[in-house]
């Protein structure tokens, strides 16, 4: 479970949203679920489902890459995730920020719900049964983005909860020059979560954030969950190892390099992996285009993988995509630097699309992918064979049938994004 998450430019991670008593609707607002909870059903049983939303969860339904390693007795869910749900709108087509005073106007805009729904989409869209625990105003946004998820992203909400007279978080973001500047409004929900997190579904496993609230990890823990841990960039600049202390309860820490080589002390990627595979069974370090680093103690794996090399257009939500990879990974108990691979894969083609949580691959993206590059191979492309040849487990494991496509981000609640144009 995570905690209010928004991303940084090499690492998607959280800032925590302080209370803002002078603008908008007041934090601290009397509240009541809405809808009641009769309506708040997991969604693969919702009767109300469009033809259109019970094609797509058909569609997600039709793989699962975890069949073979289910059993009976599995709990419902595969993983649990908890946080705020902000709402995304991303404009693009710029070739620069705007100067004070001015206004410019973008060629391109896209909205998605973003914060802890780009990782619930990316676990889900990866066929992870997939629970959020998040609290969701009573305004159009929270509509738009409660449907998007539990209806159209087989998303299980029912221990999520509607705040009546509260608002949306919203973060409006502006692509250019390769990277990304941002604002976001937003207030704490009306009541934690921790109350709501005691009624989900048991979980395979949670994805957690070390700067969050962590006394209930030992009670997951002890019921069985893997605990995947991350933290945020420490703008206290101190980088207390202290901190690092709940990871007694993990089964992984995932920090990018910065935050791995800051909390361990040390001057390169490879030694803060190995630091930090003194505190977890599963220690992985991640340097964006440089790539990746792990150390699995559970199996005496040991790993490195480069990134997929692509031209990034949103770096938003790249490392929720990867975390859920791992996850997913995990649980089917592939060698490590497989694990590796499918996360680098799964964000270098995030970061091709637009928005967070909608920019995330499903099957049927990561089978384009694996298609064209083997028939690229087979026609004679040294390249693409040389990399076909580290990600052959894939032959393995992507489905032979056509699977739904994936929704990509929108312009507004009802219309096309023309965000990915420019």
Known sequence: MMTPDRPTPDHPTPNHL????????????ASQDVPPPSERTAPTHDPHLTPEARAALDGAAGWDPLVGSRRDDDPP???????TVFFDIVFTGLDRLPNPGEELWSKGMGSSPGGIANLAVAASRLGLRTGLVAGFGDDAYADWMWHTMAHEEGIDLSASRRFRDFHSSLTASVATQGDRAMVTHGHELPEPLSALIATAPAARAAVVDLAGETTWW????????????????????????????????CHAFTPNAVEAMKYTRT???????????????LAVVTDGASGSYAIDASTGEEAYCPAVPVTPTDTTGAGD???????????????????LKFGSLCSALAVQQFGGSLAAPGWGDITDWWRHLSDAADGGDLRAAYTRDGYCFLEEVVPDHPVQGRRRAQGTFALRSDAGKH
């Open 218 to 249: 030992a009670d997951l823990a002890r019921r069985g969950s893997l605990i995947f841990a991350d933290i945020g960039y420490d703008g206290t600049d101190r980088w207390d190892p202290a901190d690092l202390a709940p990871l007694a309860h």
């Open 267 to 281: 001057d390169s990627p490879d030694r803060a992996v190995r630091a930090l595979a003194e505190r977890v069974p």
């Open 18 to 29: 302080s209370p803002d008593p002078a603008a908008g609707t007041a934090a601290g607002s």
């Open 77 to 83: 869910l595969d993983v649990l995730l908890s946080g």
């Open 321 to 339: 995509v990867f975390a859920a990879a791992m996850v997913l990974g995990t649980l089917a108990d592939w060698p490590l630097a497989e694990r």
